[in-house]
């Protein structure tokens, strides 16, 4: 039997050619170029004021807050680059301790994009403005939240949750071929290996090591220096 040609006499694609173009196009929303690490510059400023507070502090804030205005909404990015051959999340982590992904709270009536664009500039870039440069925020991949005060993230909000207390959404963002990193002295900017990060709890948290199975529905085009 011949091959099916998939077009009408009128020159109009039939049903499955255009889902096979549907299916082609979103194949190739799903690739991330990343580039070499080696294609970056890091560089160091002024370290960054964090205060000292306890798990009850932390409480308290989030209760004077979400009083002031609200539901406390985060955002976070998740930036990844090539080493060895193999994809790295980029993470700072914070006196040598625990791990993060840059980003952090919105200011009331900020947009996520705006809000995501000057935590990074602020985090890591010379200043807080950016000097010029442009991030490229994609997709949001998910979104976390903490139905009370008390109560860890989940990455869904119960039914029966009315009022949650915080949200944290992650957003995908794609890096140019170079560009100049400056963080904090007292920060540090590390590439981890998606493998390493994969469902590691106890190092990474809930919040972090998700992103591996998050970012499982793209391809990597690793893109050679």
């Not at 993470?91 to 301790?97: C, D, E, H, P, W």
């Not at 998910?142 to 949200?167: A, H, Q």
Request: aromatic residues 10%.
């Amino acid at each position: 039997m011949g091959e099916e040609v998939g077009i009408f006499s009128d020159g109009h694609a039939n049903s499955g050619d255009r889902t096979r173009t549907h299916n082609q196009s979103q194949s190739q929303s799903r690739v991330i170029d990343i580039y070499p690490l080696s294609s970056y510059y890091f560089g160091s400023k002024e370290a960054l004021h964090f205060k000292e507070e306890t798990l009850a502090d932390r409480t308290q804030r989030l209760k004077s807050n979400y009083a002031a205005h609200g539901l406390r909404t985060s955002v976070e990015a998740v930036i990844v680059v090539e080493l060895f051959k193999h994809p790295h999340l980029l993470l700072l982590q914070v006196k040598n301790s625990f791990f993060k992904l840059p980003g952090g709270r919105l200011r009331p009536g900020e947009s996520d994009i705006d809000g995501l664009r000057r935590k990074l500039s602020r985090k890591l870039s010379l200043s807080e403005n950016g000097d010029g440069i442009d991030w490229e925020v994609g997709e949001c991949l998910g979104m976390w939240w903490r139905p009370d005060f008390e109560t860890l993230l989940y990455p869904y909000l119960p039914p029966n949750v009315k009022r949650p207390k915080e949200c944290t959404k992650l957003f995908l963002v794609k890096l140019p071929v170079s560009r100049k990193f400056i963080v904090p002295k007292n920060l540090k900017l590390l590439a981890v290996p998606l493998c390493q990060i994969h469902e590691n709890h106890k190092t990474y948290g809930p919040i972090i090591s998700g992103v591996p199975q998050l970012l499982s529905k793209f391809s990597f085009n690793i893109i050679g220096s």
